[in-house]
T-cell receptor
Framework: DSGVTQTPKHLITATGQRVTLRCSPR?????VYWYQQSLDQGLQFLIQ???????AKGNILERFSAQQFPDLHSELNLSSLELGDSALYFC?????????????FGSGTQLSVL | AQSVAQPEDQVNVAEGNPLTVKCTYS??????LFWYVQYPNRGLQFLLK??????LVKGSYGFEAEFNKSQTSFHLKKPSALVSDSALYFC????????????FGTGTKLQVIP
């Protein structure tokens, strides 16, 4: 068990809808990362937060947004969903977001857009 | 820009034989290199990392990796493969300093044949 908790584990929704994915980092970790994993795109970095502030941004669509709350949990909001958004979404955490730190991954949220 | 390549989508090896999973990278400056493993329906788990120092890095579950600066490679190795090593393996790179994302390779599926 990595100590990173993601909910829900599975999410099935329709095109055009909006969903929220939740992540609780490992106890004591200040930095949270979001990744999208799909068969054709591999593991794509979306966004990173450190202690409530956005630190780095990757290939995140404008329809997607995220935030990290004072209690350090994070939410990824996906809106106007399209079929192509179906993927496995991972949250990871690390102590301070330093370059040499290993990441601890949650088990992911499997999103299916029908 | 930083990038990492895993040239093999799949590697098959007989149980008890040595295994190698290849990774090459491209960065400006000195890299931080990582290997992660993903078992079915699970998040990624950290195996090992190279930050500086000895080019041969030892990690979890008997895995090791060799950093080769001249060939810009960081191949994952194990002297004797187990069936339980069958999984998806990801190489990752990050450049020190600044707010750089961790870039993952596309993954290599390792199949250990009994």
């Amino acid at each position: 068990d990595s100590g990173v908790t993601q909910t829900p584990k599975h999410l099935i929704t329709a095109t055009g809808q909006r969903v929220t994915l939740r992540c609780s980092p490992r106890s004591g970790d200040l930095s949270v990362y979001w990744y999208q994993q799909s068969l054709d795109q591999g593991l794509q970095f979306l966004i990173q937060y450190y202690n409530g502030e956005e630190r780095a941004k990757g290939n995140i669509l404008e329809r997607f947004s995220a935030q990290q709350f004072p209690d350090l949990h994070s939410e990824l909001n996906l809106s106007s969903l399209e079929l192509g958004d179906s993927a496995l979404y991972f949250c990871a955490s690390s102590a301070t977001g330093g370059a040499n730190e290993k990441l601890f991954f949650g088990s992911g949220t499997q999103l299916s857009v029908l | 820009a930083q990038s990492v390549a895993q040239p093999e989508d799949q590697v098959n090896v007989a149980e008890g034989n040595p295994l190698t999973v290849k990774c090459t990278y491209s960065v400006s400056g000195n890299p931080y290199l990582f290997w992660y493993v993903q078992y079915p329906n699970r998040g990624l788990q950290f195996l090992l990392k190279y930050i500086t120092g000895d080019n041969l890095v030892k990690g979890s579950y008997g895995f090791e990796a060799e950093f080769n600066k001249s060939q810009t490679s960081f191949h994952l190795k194990k002297p004797s493969a187990l069936v339980s090593d069958s999984a998806l393996y990801f190489c990752a790179v990050k450049t020190p300093g600044g707010y750089q994302k961790v870039t993952f390779g596309t993954g290599t599926k390792l199949q250990v044949i009994p």
